[in-house]
């Protein structure tokens, strides 16, 4: 397990996802439920200020601020202790490296940093285990940019990333090696959209309501468990989701001829599964906690270029 303690402090990057929270080591859905007393039958419990939050049980829904409400910070809490049970620790201090999408970076840094940074020290439990942390910095990236950073300078002529999550879809424009500041977009075209058009189809064609998770499962592998002409059905909507996946990057000037698509987030397995792509033009980055892993490393990156200054 790698890691990485900056003058003794444990940075931990974590990925705000709709659909799941990421960190360097550890994936869980993105769901909060809260309760007033303890639900007896849960067991993701996270126990705080004498109230009881039951952890990944469904996905998040999507906002357009993730500082709303107090969902993602507890899921924060929750990421954090995954983290310190990984090491055995109870107790740490800890740096925050996190991200935003792309578009909303500037208007929206600095709110979820105090948002974040709430309170500077925290005492709750999780999973029935105590923890204590303080949180000594929160550092803010832009989001799926995080994944390549470290490979930009091997970037040559026009590239375009596409972080496609549960609830958006990312993209940014990417000139030998340089971030295009102009051509950054967000789109409310995750992957829950095509979850639900499959939902809606087959209830429409079938008469049937198939859990989410039958859906999503199928999404990820490609194959289910479920009768063929419901199978043929959810194999039809994905495809036509790809399609439209490619038609937006095609809005924002994406030509395979001209341009070497780099594809992160939990829709590079629908990519992967159902769409129709030139492999030598496209790149799909399978792991999913890429961009939380990117984040530490741009923490890291900074505070070498401070202590060099």
């Known amino acids: 397990m790698k890691d990485l303690y900056i003058d003794g402090k444990l940075v931990i990057g974590v990925d705000h996802g709709y659909g ?12 909060v439920k809260k309760y007033s007393e303890d639900p007896a039958i849960a067991t993701n419990v996270l126990q705080l200020d004498g109230m009881y939050y039951v952890i990944g049980e469904s996905h998040k829904v999507f906002i357009a601020n993730k500082n709303a409400d ?12 995954k983290e310190l049970e990984l090491r055995g620790l109870r107790s740490a201090d800890v740096i925050l490296a996190v991200g935003l999408p792309l578009h909303w970076m500037s208007k929206q840094k600095d709110s979820f940093r105090d ?19 303080r949180i000594c910095d929160v550092a803010i990236y832009p ?3 995080a994944a390549i950073a470290a490979s930009l300078q091997d970037y040559k002529g026009v590239h375009m990333l596409a972080d496609i999550g549960n609830g958006t879809m990312n993209t940014l424009v990417i000139t030998n090696g340089r971030p295009v500041s102009d051509k950054k977009y967000t789109d409310k075209i995750g ?5 639900k058009k499959i939902m809606n189809e087959v209830q429409a064609e079938c ?12 999404l990820i592998s490609g194959t289910s468990e479920v009768s063929e002409r419901i199978q043929a059905v959810m194999h039809r909507e994905a495809v036509k989701y790809t399609e439209m996946i490619f038609d ?17 987030g939990g829709g590079g397995c629908l990519i992967r599964n159902f769409g129709k792509y030139d492999t030598s033009s496209v790149e799909i980055i399978e792991d999913i906690c ?20």
């Open 20 to 31: 799941n929270m990421k960190t360097r080591n550890t994936v869980f859905k993105s769901g």
């Open 70 to 81: 107090d969902d993602y910070y507890i899921l924060t809490l929750a990421a954090v202790a």
């Open 115 to 133: 948002y974040l940074m709430r309170s500077r020290e925290v005492s709750y439990r999780y999973c029935g285990q105590y923890y204590h942390i």
């Open 143 to 145: 989001q799926g940019y």
């Open 191 to 195: 992957v829950h959209e095509c979850v």
């Open 207 to 218: 008469g049937k309501i198939p859990d989410e998770s039958v859906i999503e499962d199928f």
């Open 248 to 264: 937006k990057l095609s809005e924002y000037e994406y030509d395979p001829e001209l341009v070497k698509l780099h594809i992160i």
């Open 290 to 309: 890429a961009t939380a892993k990117g984040y530490e490393e741009l923490y890291n990156a900074q505070h070498i270029l401070r202590k060099g200054a």
